[in-house]
């Protein structure tokens, strides 16, 4: 739920500028916020949060878009930690470069998030939340198809990924942190889209955690998905 604004003041820069109602400080949990997002009739609306994001191609590059957006916001909603009404003011900023050339693609996005009160937060989930957050990957694919079929307007490409977070960073007063938490992951699949909105991804991910003894676990999956036009400030390119 919000109200924005969006714009083009020069050509290739763009901004977007929202209102909305804020995260629920309930749902953070020391595997990190994404609980913590509301949508629908049932959201809390008792607090809210400003969103902004600017995204710039510069034509004298073609095929570059580098931005940034911020989050800020009370996460609290009027409820109870630790026996009493916290402030559970949230700060989350995120920059991200892509860049299309000839076939290659690379992205990068870097995130960093701080939360108040969350020695309180913790008390009332009884884990460790934790105080900050942070996390980064960087990507690399190249479009094959134009070499193997040079007239199909389909997609095919191979990519591999690296991506580190650590979802307690910081650790409140108090409190311990939890190293299996601190994870980077190597991930190699291929894309292919049959049709531009539509993609389907095969991928084989190896998650470690960089302390608690490396404990490792790898994944094989795929996904079928339809893009859709970017509309919320905070999302990844």
């Known amino acids: 739920m919000g109200a924005g604004l969006f714009g083009e003041p020069l050509p290739g820069l ?44 510069p034509s004298f590059v073609p095929g570059l878009m580098v931005g ?37 693609e690379f992205r990068s996005l870097g995130a960093w998030g701080r939360v108040n009160n969350a020695a309180a937060l913790s008390a009332a989930k009884g884990e460790t939340i ?40 910081d650790v409140p007063t108090g409190y311990a942190d939890d190293p299996a938490q601190n994870k980077e992951v190597y991930q190699a699949g291929v894309t292919y889209k049959p049709i531009g909105n539509v993609a389907i991804k095969a991928d084989y991910r190896n998650i470690s955690a ?15 998905s339809s893009n859709r036009p970017m509309t919320t400030p905070c999302a990844e390119p």
């Open 68 to 104: 940034g957006s911020a989050y800020m916001g009370d996460s609290g909603q009027s409820q109870k930690f630790d026996g009493l009404k916290k402030n559970a003011f949230t700060q989350l900023y995120e920059g991200h470069l892509q860049w299309h050339y000839k076939g290659f």
């Open 130 to 169: 934790g105080s900050a957050t942070f996390g980064w990957y960087t990507e690399g694919a190249y479009d094959v198809m134009p070499h193997l079929m040079p007239t199909s307007n389909q997609y095919l490409a191979p990519f591999v990924r690296y991506e580190r977070f650590d979802t307690i960073a």
């Open 14 to 57: 763009q901004y977007r500028l929202y209102a909305v109602n804020g995260l629920d400080a309930s749902g953070f949990s020391s595997a990190g916020w994404k609980e913590a997002t509301q949508g629908g009739s049932m959201a809390k609306a008792e607090n809210f949060a400003t969103v902004g994001r600017v995204d710039y191609s």
């Open 210 to 224: 960089r302390k608690a003894n490396r404990r490792t676990s790898s994944t094989w999956a795929w996904a079928l």
